[in-house]
């Protein structure tokens, strides 16, 4: 396989706080993304880094690399309530276009 | 925005059944893909499309799969002989297909087997 794991599996923090979720993977890679989806829903794109970047920032998230170690991490800070979904982190390596997905963490934001 | 549309938003068959998943991507995109989650589980690559051809296909997609596009709008995913472990949400997605292009996905299709 791929990818890793992402690790927590699952995360509740209080709203205002900062969410952190972990992703590793196994193979060289031409850029990994970060996806959310709320239940029941599609995936959306938050960010995307490319393998020779280290950390990227959007808005309320920054997300770093680490090639060495082969993981990722996203930070959301300021956690809202509307942050609850899941995070899947995502690879492209190789010729191929297609994404391979973590298992994902499921983020609960306590109001 | 533009979105990836998909229909119908649940499909309810029998064992054995054929079903057709359909998708309208983004008009300017030019790849597209099927990509299916088992409930609880990872979202799993099934087949890329581009220039009216598979451009890449995972073991998953086996001989009881295909895909189409019909027309210049529409791309499908037939099921011919569904079975129990069919069931599972259907993503379709498209992007650019650029290096850098992230995808867009549809709301997905749940389909149940019984």
């Known amino acids: 396989s791929q990818q890793g794991e992402e690790d927590p599996q699952a995360l509740s923090i209080q709203e205002g706080e900062n969410a952190t979720m972990n992703c590793s993977y196994k193979?060289?890679?031409?850029?990994l993304q970060w996806y959310r989806q709320n239940s029941g829903r599609g995936l959306v794109h938050l960010i995307l880094?490319?393998?020779?970047?280290r950390e990227k920032h959007s808005g309320r998230l920054r997300v770093t690399l680490d090639t060495s170690k082969k993981s990722s991490s996203l930070l959301i800070t300021a956690s809202r309530a509307a942050d609850t979904a899941s995070y899947f982190c995502?690879?492209?390596?190789?010729?191929?276009?297609?994404?391979?997905f973590g298992s994902g963490t499921q983020l609960t934001v306590l109001p | 925005e533009p979105e990836v549309t998909q229909t119908p938003s649940h499909q309810v068959t029998q064992m054995g059944q054929e079903v057709i998943l359909r998708c309208v991507p983004i008009?300017?995109?030019?790849?597209f893909y099927w990509y299916r989650q088992i409930l609880g589980q990872k979202v799993e690559f099934l087949v890329s499309?581009?220039?009216?051809?598979?451009?890449?296909k995972s073991e998953i997609f086996d001989d009881q799969f295909s895909v189409e596009r019909p027309d210049g709008s529409n791309f499908t995913l037939k099921i011919r002989s569904t079975k129990l472990e069919d069931s599972a949400m259907y993503f379709c997605?498209?992007?650019?297909?650029?290096?850098?292009?992230?995808?867009?996905f549809g709301n997905g299709t749940r389909l149940t087997v019984t």
């Open positions: 995502a690879i492209t390596s190789g010729s191929a276009r297609q994404l391979t």
């Open positions: 193979t060289s890679i031409n850029n």
């Open positions: 880094i490319r393998s020779n970047e």
């Open positions: 008009s300017n995109h030019l790849y």
């Open positions: 499309f581009y220039n009216n051809e598979i451009s890449e």
């Open positions: 997605a498209s992007n650019l297909g650029r290096g850098n292009s992230p995808l867009h």
